[in-house]
């Protein structure tokens, strides 16, 4: 969850935000300090404008946006316009900020005609630090930077003292069909801080591959880190991470949702996967 020529033909930089102008031959216009009418063209821009913005500002969220599985902020999305990936929708909207992350993923913004749509293009988001910049770019450019202090502030406060229940030991984080994240990603970062070794790593694998159920059985990692939504078979998928040879292998089970992006959950990922640790560890004879 989970990766490019831009479509900006000039940058401004606002209030910190990195903010583009979508291609266009006309010189481009000012955005407005606190704009009003914003669109998401991204499911992890969907978490930030959500976490930033004024509901009334927000004009158009991605069709994943209320889906619980992939979106932290799945609740407060619910009853806010959801666009399907198009560029007509988004002329109908007639935008004064368009947030992605990055925007150049965009099918729908690639077909859009030059206009002066003032673009907030962010980029992905692989480690804490990166989702603080994120945070910070997405308040200034939504007009309320202090949001974005207070929101670090807050995710800051969450894991001060967080411990480190990991103590060196290995974990996978596999997932369906068996896919296995490697390092340079967020979940990498994330398991190093609660002290974790990611197999992956150890492994010198990619960021993104496939591990048998054989070459598991090999590498015999300590813990099996897996998405909350495959703790039951649901699919073949799914079936796989449920097979005897794995079955003995202590899980972590985390929502996709918390990790599928760079956004404010990861405070609570993190927490999460210490916590089941330290149950795990507390329950052995």
């Known amino acids: 969850m989970r990766r490019r020529g831009l479509l ?4 401004l930089l606002a209030g910190g935000a ?28 969907d978490q930030l404008v959500l976490a930033l913005a004024d509901r009334k500002q927000i004009a158009g969220l991605t069709k994943n946006a209320t ?53 907030l293009d962010l980029a992905t988001a692989n480690t804490l630090g990166e989702i603080y910049t994120s945070i910070r770019k997405t308040a200034a450019a939504v007009g309320h930077p ?22 060196g030991r290995v974990a996978a984080y596999y997932q369906r ?16 801080r609660i002290g974790l ?10 960021p993104l591959s496939q591990l048998s159920l054989e070459e598991m059985v090999a590498a015999e990692p300590d813990f099996l880190i897996v998405e909350s939504a495959t703790d039951v078979v649901t699919d073949q998928g799914s079936e796989m991470l449920h097979h005897p040879a794995i079955k003995d292998i202590p899980r972590i089970s985390i929502a996709q949702a918390w990790t599928v992006c760079g956004s404010p959950a990861y405070t609570q990922a993190a ?9 795990h560890d507390g329950g052995r004879s």
């Open 8 to 11: 900006a033909a000039a940058a």
């Open 197 to 206: 070794v990611n197999l992956a790593g150890k492994l010198g694998k990619p």
């Open 177 to 192: 069909r068996g896919y296995m994240t490697g390092t340079g990603t967020l979940i990498d970062e994330m398991m190093a």
């Open 18 to 45: 990195g903010l583009l102008w979508a291609a266009s031959s006309a010189p481009p216009v000012k955005a407005p300090t606190v704009p009003q009418r914003i669109v998401s063209i991204n499911l992890c821009a």
């Open 146 to 167: 202090e949001r974005g202090t207070a929101l670090i502030a807050r995710m800051e406060r969450e894991l001060a003292g967080l411990p480190k229940p990991g103590k």
């Open 271 to 279: 927490r999460s996967m210490a916590a089941q640790i330290a149950r």
């Open 67 to 119: 889906d619980a599985e992939m979106s932290g902020e799945a609740g407060a999305a619910r009853g806010l316009p959801l666009l399907s990936n198009s560029a007509e929708q988004i002329l109908a909207i007639e935008p004064d900020l368009i947030v992605g992350m990055p925007a150049s993923r965009s099918a729908a913004l690639r077909a859009l005609p030059p206009q002066h749509y003032p673009l």
